[in-house]
């Protein structure tokens, strides 16, 4: 087993991420499909598509590697549960850390997000997606978000779409909630140069008593990348990035 290239006690959150059509040898992929459980692997052959299950494959594989790079343990050996809405959490009985994670992907990336003893949450998007008009957003984002919105300027509209929905999806995916927590429930001011994205306001009385920063970039040209984890602090947050490379190299 390689040593680990990070501290086990880091502080703030890692970002992973990895273009899954980088990775097109064959024997380092079926080495990922061997690190995959017989339920993740049932989950993989259920994708029509050779490039849905591809992206899977990496994704999976980007997180249990991962997790090897901070833990002496072998990526086949991690061993996942399920909350009550879906969200992953390790179940290894050994774990002495509370490794969080969260993992999103899209046409073109995948992300993961590690943090130790706070929840996180991540989601990326490609720009180029094109599901981004006022119509979707009417429908499922809180009134002041489509206000401001619609405000922008037409041609800033999908980007601005972009932003909310990653934020959002983020936040659903921290609380652990996923869309049985509806979008319009809460609400976001989005970030600037000056600012980052922060919660105007949440609905549900309990979930409003929880903290939480957040963070948004764009992760080379095409995707776009918002960050939700549990953190009382008011002090401007930025997560430690870096392409997964290592996600190459045979053992």
């Known amino acids: 087993m390689q040593q680990s290239t990070l501290p086990i006690a880091f502080e703030g959150v890692l970002i992973w991420h990895i273009e899954p059509e980088s990775l097109t040898d064959t024997v380092r992929c079926a080495e990922f ?4 459980s017989p339920d993740e ?8 598509f050779d490039k849905h299950r591809h992206t899977y494959l ?4 980007l997180l249990r590697g991962a997790l090897s790079r901070l833990v002496d343990r072998s990526p086949a ?8 809405y879906g969200k992953p959490h390790l179940a290894n009985p050994d774990s002495n850390l509370d490794i969080q994670f969260n993992l999103s992907h899209t046409q073109g990336m995948a992300v993961l997000a590690l943090a130790i003893n706070r929840e996180v949450g991540i989601d990326v998007e490609n720009l180029d997606r094109q599901e981004t008009n006022t119509d979707i957003a009417e429908r499922f984002f809180a009134p002041e978000e489509v206000r401001e919105l619609i405000s922008q300027p037409h041609a800033k509209q999908p ?4 932003e909310y929905w990653t934020l959002k999806e983020s936040y659903i995916k921290a609380i652990g909630m996923g869309l049985s927590c509806p979008l319009e429930s809460f609400a976001f001011a989005p970030g600037s140069p000056q600012q980052a994205p922060r919660l105007l306001r949440v609905d549900d009385p309990e979930l409003s008593q929880k903290k939480w920063t957040f963070w948004q970039e764009q992760i080379g040209r095409q995707h776009l990348v918002a960050l939700c984890v549990q953190s009382a602090a ?14 190459h190299a045979k053992r």
Do not use: Y
């Open 41 to 48: 692997r049932a989950n993989h052959d259920r994708f029509r």
């Open 77 to 84: 050996q991690w061993l996942f549960g399920l909350n009550a």
């Open 234 to 247: 008011e002090t401007p947050f930025k997560p430690v990035i870096n392409r997964a490379d290592w996600l």
């Open 33 to 36: 499909l061997s690190w995959l």
């Open 58 to 61: 990496v994704s999976h594989a």
């Open 159 to 162: 980007v601005r779409f972009l």
